[in-house]
């Protein structure tokens, strides 16, 4: 006999991690399955940019991350042992009102999986490891999918968010443009190093032999190393191949890699799939798009999909028209585009320096069909109510609701959202009705309150 539920989502990295706790915040019934038999312990992607951060804060994370994440140490390169640079990838930021968590933060992912499984736990849900998707079809009712286990799961929609290899996408048949670059391939390990200090990202370049880089990992006692490969050349992705390959590129004694706890081989991918979306199936993080490693933007922009997907879809199964099913790709889509240009521009240029085009705080959807007279991201800040009191932006934000400025109260709407309205003792921007999306994006600003109503109707 079948099982049901109303969102199935495949994958549990970030993106599929994000989205399992938007759901379940939400009181939308889902699962989340992962072929793979057991967490991942591999550091992958570690950077968490500025606004992935103020997801989290929504999420009720960001206090787990930031006991255990720093900032990026200052990078120290060296040709042979002669000290050639250093210097820091990011520009130091003090946090303002406007921008709590100005600066990108290391965090290895494996630690990033396991603080989105323990908010998941939380809030009633959890990982079915073990658990491959095998097949699927889907009609006008919903979609059947069959896993591995011998479980067959009817779900209303379904959710790819199964890497770049997706079993889903290529189902589907959805195109995957772009270049693989198998000339540039990089050897990656989670390695334990004696004799070498953890206040610099090392980087070693020798000549005619090639460069090294480790990392101390935050929240461990760990590096992740990484070491491109020349065209042709066969890895080795062993504790002594790696051994090699430090001893080779470094030309340093007395420092030892001792222990290799992961290992991956890595290619330059750059692609972005033709559409987001096939009927009730839809695709997010890497299944939709892939990138180079410059920038870390992929594992956010990831989240960015779960986070924008998440109560789209909640809305919907409440009542809302399926049309806002629509604007995922609409508004999604168009932001990998730009995200993958800039990438591939920061690797091209083999540049260490990044700045605040990378933080994603500039992420918008102005001209998009939600956004009326909005669509940019609200930053946080002091107001003033009008009953005299004080609240910061983020605190009224916080939770799965609509937020409205405004000196009326909501307009009821049939099967409308749930929306929370405070009167600030000004008007909030120059129109008198401000609505936030659950997301953190203006949605409209109006002086109009059948123009207000007219909106909440269509989500």
């Known amino acids: 006999m079948a099982e049901k539920t109303n969102v199935l989502i495949v994958g549990s990295g970030p993106t599929g991690l994000t989205l399992a706790a938007e759901l379940a915040r939400r009181g939308i019934d889902h699962r989340i399955v992962e072929r793979a038999p057991e967490p991942s312990l591999g550091s992958k992607g570690k950077g968490l940019q500025p606004r992935t951060q103020e997801i989290f804060d929504d999420l009720g994370v960001i206090d787990r991350v930031l006991a255990s994440a720093t900032v990026y140490p200052p990078l120290r390169v060296r040709i042979g ?60 009712q919903g979609v059947t999918a069959r896993l591995g286990t011998g479980v067959t799961v009817l779900a209303d929609y379904l959710v790819a968010a199964d890497g770049g290899r997706s079993f889903v996408r290529k189902a589907l048949g959805v195109g995957f443009v772009g270049e693989t670059r198998e000339e540039e391939r990089m050897a990656l390990g989670d390695v334990r190093v004696e004799g070498l200090d953890r206040d610099h990202i090392h980087v070693w370049v020798r000549p005619g032999r090639g460069m090294v880089a480790l990392y101390p990992m935050a929240g461990t006692d760990t590096f992740q190393v990484l070491a491109p490969l020349k065209p042709g050349m066969t890895p080795d992705l062993t504790l002594s191949g790696f051994q090699r390959v430090f001893a080779e590129r470094s030309m340093l004694r007395g420092v030892r890699i001792t222990e290799l706890l992961w290992s991956s081989l890595y290619r330059v991918n750059i692609r972005l799939a033709d559409r987001y979306r096939d009927g009730r199936v839809f695709l997010a993080g890497d299944a939709v798009h892939v990138h180079s490693p410059a920038g870390g933007q992929g594992l956010n922009t990831g989240v960015q999909d779960a986070y924008n997907l998440g109560w789209k879809l909640a809305r919907v199964l409440a009542g809302a028209p399926r049309s806002l099913l629509d ?18 521009d920061l690797h ?45 932006m983020f605190d009224l934000l916080r939770g799965p609701h609509f937020t409205l400025l405004s000196p009326e109260p909501a307009p009821r709407v049939p099967n409308g ?16 009705h401000t609505l936030i999306r659950p997301d953190g994006y203006i949605g409209i600003a109006t002086d109009s309150s059948s123009e207000l109503a007219g909106y909440l109707a269509m989500v």
């Open 417 to 432: 959202p749930q929306v929370r309205a405070y009167a600030t003792a000004e008007p909030y921007g120059d129109l008198r």
């Open 327 to 344: 604007t995922y790709e609409e508004e999604r889509r168009p932001i990998a585009a730009r995200v993958l240009g800039l990438s591939t």
């Open 348 to 392: 091209d240029k083999k540049t260490y320096k990044r700045d605040e085009e990378t933080y994603q705080l500039q992420v918008g959807y102005r001209g998009a069909s939600l956004a009326r007279k909005g669509g940019d991201r609200v930053p946080d800040g002091p107001l003033r109510l009008a009953d005299g009191s004080r609240a910061r």
């Open 81 to 140: 042992r002669v000290a050639v640079y250093q210097g820091r990838m990011h520009k130091p930021a003090a946090a303002t009102d406007a921008v709590p968590y100005p600066m990108v933060v290391m965090h290895p992912q494996w630690r990033t999986e396991e603080v989105l499984r323990e908010r998941l736990a939380e809030l009633g849900g959890k990982v079915e490891y073990g658990a491959e998707l095998t097949g699927f079809e889907q009609d006008a």
